[in-house]
């Protein structure tokens, strides 16, 4: 870019301002999710809540606007046009919602949140409430503003900032399309298993201190960056920090080793999406992951595609009998029979793959009728129970904890989400098919331990692009068509029925 | 105050927004010293440098001067008009500096500071004095700026920053008077231990996870509020966080229980100083810590008249035989000879209290000169090494990491700091002197594990004042009289030789 472009300039300062103050925010929610003790709550949320304060005054600045039209006229190479396309959606967003509203939300989320690390182990759904009531309010009156702005419903609305350019209907589509043939594929999956041959069950105890070694030895296999990034434990996993310093986290669980070792597979495809996003352009928006669906895509052709493909379970064999002891169960074979067990349970973060889009239909149709008004915060466990019954034949009354508790999405204020998780498996599936066009050996060479070319191709694919496409150019750059949940219903019967 | 004192209360809600985002800063800091990776410097120094330019800007803004003026002249009550006054001190402070160098200095000490976390232990100095270089000369520049403002020498424009009230001068007198005892007490003592039957030698190792339960558990026993705080392992041990969310961190050596154990003790000092502020005014400069001297009185206080107490020894004696089986080192009696031994050495922090004041006299001399110019950055090893060889007759020739490159201080550009531990030392003494006339059974008492008079005399003491009052005021408001080294030369004497 040798032609002059002082608008673009002036908002790429701006942002990059803005990064590195984000980049203190980031580590304060990951410090107050994974170290901080409860007494400093307080405090913590009034921080937080001032610096939300800040950064959205500074990305509500009223140069911005007229900077934006300017830039729109200065001679943009594609990297910086996509670049000032993202600094726009950014500035449609924060305008949208008054900074009243955006300290109301980080107050009301920050004090829900931080209770609900006591609140859920205790299976005080009523304390809960308390809480929430106010997370929901805040919630919709943030979807009527952003709704009013973008002309979308407000439930699209929210769903536009996680997974841009994706609608209730588009999800709605593919979701019913689900709904036909999941709790068919769920029976035949069981009834399939039930008839092989006994699984050998590991057998525990599994110590916590050799489950964090065990952790960070396939985090090392996936090609998880340690300078860059570390591994600690929170009530719930999630990946965090910034893509210089990736903090993820985890549960240890000493009955059940695959717990923590699935999730943490999981979250490592989260941070290495992160770490290897274009370096060159990082602090800008173009920099950023594409979306969510894409986000946990990542995650989930970690899990699903690799981490709980059989060549993939007998490269974790020697690694299991190494921290655990030898044993039986650890046979390879067995091994990924464990690891792709179909069974009905209450957690959506330990669900089977073939169980999991049976969660997300459940939280996609409440969390709409919550935003929508026609259902109230006290009428969720009803509905939970309901759909819980008719999706996966579980019985999950007075079960709080375990319910509609167990995640922290909604005590966070985060609507519009969950279905990005059943949209990322899908485009996982959909990648993992591009991936075997272009490399017809992938299954021998995950086998052989060859993990480097599917990183390489994920990186190059993906990681690398950062949002310089949108999600429906880069998914057809990628796999030559759109968003196909065929792929996904494949994947799940090859690997289950066939 | 029911008066109108609109330009207090404006003032006022400003320092509130700086507390809230020095949140932030504080944690950064803590987390880059305990658990960033090396590769998240890069990122956390740009965040970090971000956000002090922005402190700086808000403490610098220039609506602050006229509402300071117009503050003066409104009603105010003892509390808020102490207030106003460490406000002016703060505002003094931040608009001697231009943001340019702020930016410049935390730009150069996060470097600086970083690095050496890797080139201590590597022993290299020429690599340290890369980066050490321009820390020195950015000191320089602020201590003539401060100079500038506040009318005093370099140096003590830099000494006045974390002792307000303190000069080189007053520092000179007190430390000429124990160059002149010093040496005679230390020999005396080294002569008398040497005299005693011997001592029982502890027989490790000591597992880092058992030193850790002890750590807490000692914590505990001390007070330390685990709702508002935690330990963790750095490098160079501190306390860090917000009064609200205390961070003590120390480090741990399997060899040697004691490093750890006393360090933990000393930092536990500060921790109760943060974690007992006074509430009610928490976020305003009143609820500071009084200085850094005060501060060191109460790390000291924990740590050399408590902790190294013939009464706490008989405390911790049965913790030491749980936590690590019993041995004849832990019999009460010989442990605290353990605790008390002195041993000219290299380590600054892990110094008994007879000899410490040779690590403090030293580094004095040598960053008067750096300051002044009449030394430079790489004179420091020469000067080090002539001084340690005079004061304690120890050679340090080539041992860097053991010698001026074993502190924090410097490489993150604390100059004028280094005189306030020892000027702590002293005040400990004298805050345990007038304890005793307050309280004169308390030797009894801490023999019988009654701590919690002795925590309420420092709590309503010094704790609960904040900044109430100058650090003459307070001192002569505990004790009778202003600083007065006599009690620390008859405490020493009467437990070193007496």
């Known amino acids: 870019m040798s032609q002059a472009h002082p608008a673009y300039d002036a908002l790429t300062e701006r942002h990059g301002r803005l990064h590195r103050l984000a980049h203190l925010q980031s580590l304060a929610h990951w410090d107050q999710a994974a170290f901080m003790p409860p007494g400093g709550n307080d405090a913590r949320t009034a921080a937080l809540t001032e610096l939300a304060g800040l950064l959205h005054r500074q990305r509500t600045d009223e140069a911005i606007g007229p900077l934006l039209a300017q830039a729109a006229q200065e001679p943009l190479d594609d990297w910086a046009r996509a670049n000032l396309r993202e600094m726009q959606r950014d500035w449609q967003l924060a305008t949208a919602l008054p900074a009243a509203l955006v300290e109301r939300r980080s107050l ?8 609900w690390r006591q609140q859920r182990p205790a299976n005080d759904w009523a304390g809960f409430l308390e809480n929430f009531r106010p997370v929901l309010a805040v919630a ?7 709704a009013e702005r973008s002309g979308l419903s407000p439930y699209d609305a929210l769903l536009d ?20 043939w999941l709790p068919g594929l769920i029976q035949a999956a069981v009834a399939r298993q039930a008839a092989q041959p006994p699984l050998i069950e590991a057998r525990g105890p599994f110590p916590v201190e050799a489950q964090r070694r065990l952790s ?6 996936l090609g998880f960056d340690f300078n860059a990034g570390r591994l600690d434990v929170s009530a719930h996993p999630f990946t965090g920090g910034v893509p210089e310093d990736v903090r993820m986290t985890t549960r240890f669980n000493e009955a059940d080793f695959l717990s923590a070792l699935m999730g943490t597979v999981h979250e490592t495809g989260h941070g290495r999406y992160e770490q290897n996003l274009p370096r060159e352009w990082l602090g800008q928006p173009v920099a950023l992951a594409r979306s969510m669906a894409l986000h946990e895509s990542q995650s989930l052709f970690f899990e699903m595609q690799l981490g709980s493909h059989p060549g993939f379970a007998a490269l974790l064999a ?6 655990f002891g030898a044993q039986p169960a650890f046979e390879p074979a067995n091994l990924q029979r464990l690891m792709t067990r179909v069974q009905p349970g209450r957690i959506r973060v330990e669900a089977d793959e073939v169980t999991y889009p049976a969660h997300i239909l459940l939280r996609f149709d409440i969390e709409q009728a919550l935003i929508d008004g026609t259902a109230q915060a006290e009428d969720i ?5 309901a759909g819980m019954r008719e999706l996966l034949g579980i019985d999950t ?5 375990d319910g509609p508790m167990q995640d922290v999405h909604w005590p966070e204020g985060l609507f519009g989400y969950f279905p990005c998780y059943s949209l990322g498996a899908m485009y996982a599936a959909q990648w993992f098919a591009a991936l075997r066009r272009a490399m017809p050996d992938v299954d021998e060479r995950i086998a052989r331990g060859e993990l ?20 429906r150019e880069l998914t057809e750059r990628i796999s030559g068509e759109p968003l196909n949940p065929a792929h996904f219903k494949a994947h799940l019967e090859a690997r289950y029925l066939g």
Chains 1, 2 share one sequence.
């Open 161 to 180: 900032q996680y997974e841009p350019g994706m609608t209730r209907a588009g999800v709605k589509k593919v979701f019913d399309e689900v709904r036909q």
């Open 381 to 385: 466990p009803a509905l939970w129970d």
């Open 140 to 146: 919709r009156e943030e979807a009527r503003l952003l």
């Open 216 to 221: 960070e030895q396939v985090m090392h296999l």
């Open 318 to 323: 020697p690694m299991l009998a190494q921290a």
């Open 108 to 115: 009301a989320v920050s004090r829900c949140g931080q209770a």
């Open 452 to 471: 480097a070319p599917v990183f390489d191709w994920l990186k190059q694919s993906i990681w690398q692009q950062g949002s310089r496409w949108t999600t």
């Open 397 to 401: 009354r007075g079960n709080y904890q």
